[in-house]
T-cell receptor, first 114, second 113 residues
């Protein structure tokens, strides 16, 4: 089955530690995205990547970093510089050059920083 | 970053009732999308709309792309308990080869028997 996987589902970290969230897709999509969701709010874009070895900042990139070394993978690192990292993180992918196809989401990772 | 205005924020309805929700923006979009999110899961795409005035159905769901390209509407007919969840609209503006989405704040739907 094609899809997007995120692991782990739940993640706990101590304050001041960096943590990396995994996102893998086997949909052969060129573009991948990371969103953050807080209670009662919509999704906010952190970073996105249109192609391997290239990525762009979204609306709330401060305190986060990404890499795109492989088409299938787009890991997100939440650094200690992120002031309020506890949130639900969602990864998505889409077909580049195909406007209007929408984005397909993974199941999410809930990060709690203690 | 911009977030789209969605209303209502939440609604309680009885099974069998019809539901309407809408989404408005201060800027225009090329495409409007509607997603449903179950608790603790990622959003799932329900309907995509590609041109102004378009009306599209998916089972009991019907969505419309507003004529001004600044709004969209979603209707659910004869609601059932599994319709419970959060419904998000999203406007899509193509930039280069990536499709950036701007999301609404969500409408939380609860269905009572």
């Amino acid at each position: 089955d094609g899809g997007i996987t995120q692991s782990p589902k739940y993640l706990f970290r101590k304050e001041g530690q960096n943590v990396t969230l995994s996102c893998e897709q086997n949909l052969n999509h060129d573009a991948m995205y990371w969103y953050r969701q807080d209670p009662g709010q919509g999704l906010r874009l952190i970073y996105y990547s249109q192609i391997v070895n290239d990525f762009q900042k979204g609306d709330i990139a401060e305190g986060y970093s990404v890499s795109r070394e492989k088409k299938e993978s787009f890991p997100l690192t939440v650094t200690s510089a992120q002031k309020n990292p506890t949130a639900f993180y969602l990864c998505a992918s889409s077909v580049s050059g195909r406007p209007g196809n929408g984005q397909f989401f993974g199941p999410g990772t809930r990060l709690t920083v203690l | 970053g911009q977030q789209l205005n969605q209303s209502p924020q939440s609604m309680f309805i009885q099974e069998g009732e019809d539901v309407s929700m809408n989404c408005t923006s201060s800027s225009i979009f090329n495409t409007w999308l509607w997603y449903k999110q179950d608790p603790g899961e990622g959003p799932v795409l329900l309907i995509a709309l590609y041109k102004a005035g378009e009306l599209t159905s998916n089972g009991r769901l019907t969505a419309q792309f507003g004529i001004t390209r600044k709004d969209s509407f979603l209707n659910i007919s004869a609601s059932i308990p599994s319709d419970v969840g959060i419904y998000f609209c999203a406007g899509q503006l193509v930039s280069g080869t990536a499709s950036k989405l701007t999301f609404g704040t969500g409408t939380r739907l609860q269905v009572t028997l």
